[in-house]
């Protein structure tokens, strides 16, 4: 397992080299002057160049790639355009808030997902199937920003039970268990756990109904097991392709999050994606793209070896 793992290890360097230079070029292939922001219109030639010099835009693309490849090694993100704070306390912050949402809309979707694939899977043809059907057919239909104004319009401004942006009284520095930040958290992760909780649904679904149907279960049945023996077989055999579409969705939820975190003004990676788009703060654009592409290949990586823990058979592949 460890000979596996590291080979997987070895395979995350050139796609890290990869992500880096996409990150970096798309960056830059966008139009407009990102000293645009900060520069007074009527700033004279020489104050431009200084400033180009000082963020290193002078310099040749190749350049400006190897120092900012480098200089991130080394855990500098360089300096943000717009607020002049260096950009991974800005990413740090962020990311701490992105993490959470994400983990409690993972919990949410994961669970529920879980549930109602393995009940539609054991009772399909059944009522309940068509139910859990529709409901994870609802979760992959409805787009989840809109879903988030739906639910902001009805338990803030009707009902008034949940507060409808923010991330508590005293922002990101409130973070604790308390009901002041909880408070700001439940709408925009029910928002979020909607898409995987319909993915897993109907992932896990058709992994039980296939399972159920081949030979090796209706043989441990027809042998005398218990129809939990029997079901602890299926988790078994379903586990490995169920946590790697559960990586996949949490991957997503870490870097997708940039419409729900905006609509509910969550301070997270997304909302500082959102805010840099519109203020062309490069460095704060390489910078978060590079850090939220890095927890998706890390998460893949962790799943790789789960997956292989659960079942060594992945591990001659």
Not at 285 to 300: D, E, P, S, Y
Request: with cysteine; glycine share 8%.
């Amino acid at each position: 397992m460890l000979l596996y793992a590291f080979k997987r290890l070895l395979h995350v360097i050139p796609v890290t080299i990869g992500v880096s230079i996409v990150c970096f070029m798309l960056i830059h292939i966008a139009p407009g002057d990102p000293l645009a922001a900060i520069l007074p219109s009527d700033a004279s030639a020489e104050m431009q160049a200084q400033m180009r010099t000082f963020y290193g835009l002078d310099q040749p693309l190749p350049v400006q790639y190897v120092l900012w490849a480098w200089h991130a090694l080394h855990g500098d993100l360089g300096t943000s355009i717009a607020t002049g704070r260096p950009v991974l306390s800005e990413i740090l912050d962020a990311s701490v808030n992105s993490i959470i949402l994400a983990l409690v809309a993972a919990l949410i979707g994961f669970v529920l997902g879980a549930m109602l694939g393995f009940l539609a899977g054991i009772y399909r043809g059944t009522w309940v199937d068509r139910f859990a059907s529709t409901i994870s057919m609802l979760g992959v239909s409805v787009p989840h920003y809109w879903l988030g104004m739906v639910l902001v319009i009805a338990f803030s401004v009707t009902l008034g039970w949940l507060p409808a942006m923010g991330g508590g009284s005293e922002g990101s520095a409130s973070r604790s268990f308390s009901w002041d930040y909880m408070q700001f958290l439940i709408l925009p992760a029910v928002t979020m756990s909607v898409i995987p909780m319909g993915i897993i649904a109907r992932t896990i679904r058709s992994l039980v109904a296939d399972i159920l149907s081949q030979d090796f279960t209706q043989a441990l049945a027809a042998k005398g097991l218990m129809s939990r023996q029997v079901l602890r077989h299926v988790v078994r055999n379903a586990a490995p392709t169920a946590l790697s579409v559960m990586g996949l969705q949490l991957g997503y939820l870490l870097g997708g999050s940039i419409l729900i975190e905006t609509v509910f003004s969550w301070p997270g990676t997304g909302f500082l994606l959102n805010g840099a788009i519109f203020t062309r703060d490069l460095p704060i654009l390489q910078g978060t793209i590079l850090v939220l592409a890095m927890f998706f290949v890390l998460l893949n990586l962790m799943v790789d070896v789960l997956q292989s823990t659960i079942d060594p058979r992945i591990q001659r592949n």
